[in-house]
């Protein structure tokens, strides 16, 4: 995998676009001038927490005797379900929050950082470790351009409409579903392919 196609897959499954209604609905009663300050607050937890599993990720599946390639099509797996989603949206996907100022969750967890973003920095930490500073440098640019969406979504939503916005979240949700399928097979690949060396 390219940087440039790690940046790429990040930025998908982040999925900042597919967000922007969600961040929407959550931060309504937020005041206008505070908005921005909280969503950057979320950011940068989101971040962290996806450092963490980066670096400690592979780590915890050595612990959990998990294989490259199980969690590769496990990886897969997860992405095709979230790639459903984004194609086939679900109206009770919006849920408005009762809380005026939200914290860590739902927005930073699972929204910025969710299993899908968990899954693919622990994927790529544990293919190939010593590119570790390569995934860190993905990861930032990933999330500034996810940030730079979010910060901005309250425009960026009235700017597209629900039409455009929906529209852009299905286009994503394709791309994505052919990655999530290409992991998949990779991964069986890697599953055969150990097997065939073992006997």
């Known amino acids: 995998m390219t940087l440039a196609s790690a940046i790429i897959l990040l930025i998908l499954v982040m999925d900042p676009l597919g967000n922007i209604p969600f961040f929407v609905s959550v931060l309504k009663k937020v005041p ?28 915890l599946l050595k612990l959990l005797g998990i294989s490259g390639p199980s969690l ?16 086939f949206p679900s109206h009770d996907d919006l849920v408005e929050e009762e809380h005026a100022e939200p914290l860590v969750v739902p927005l930073a967890i699972p929204y910025v950082a969710g299993p899908s ?7 790529m ?20 351009a996810t940030g730079l969406v979010l910060l901005l ?17 299905r286009l994503m949700g394709m791309i994505l ?23």
Request: aromatic share 6%; net charge positive.
């Open 125 to 144: 930490a544990s293919g190939e470790p010593s590119r570790w500073a390569d995934w860190l440098l993905a990861l930032v640019c990933a999330w500034l």
């Open 72 to 87: 590769s099509i496990a990886g897969g797996i997860v992405l095709l379900l979230i790639a459903i989603k984004m194609v």
């Open 177 to 199: 579903t052919a990655i999530a399928v290409e992991m998949a097979l990779t991964g069986v690949a890697d599953f055969l392919a150990a097997h065939a060396a073992g006997k």
């Open 153 to 169: 979504s309250v425009e960026l939503e009235k700017l597209l409409g629900k039409r455009g916005m929906v529209a852009l979240e």
């Open 117 to 123: 973003s968990l899954a693919t920095v622990m994927l």
């Open 32 to 59: 206008r001038e505070r908005k921005r300050r909280v969503i950057a607050r979320e950011l940068v937890i989101a971040l962290c927490v996806l450092v963490f599993f980066l670096f400690l990720g592979p780590q």
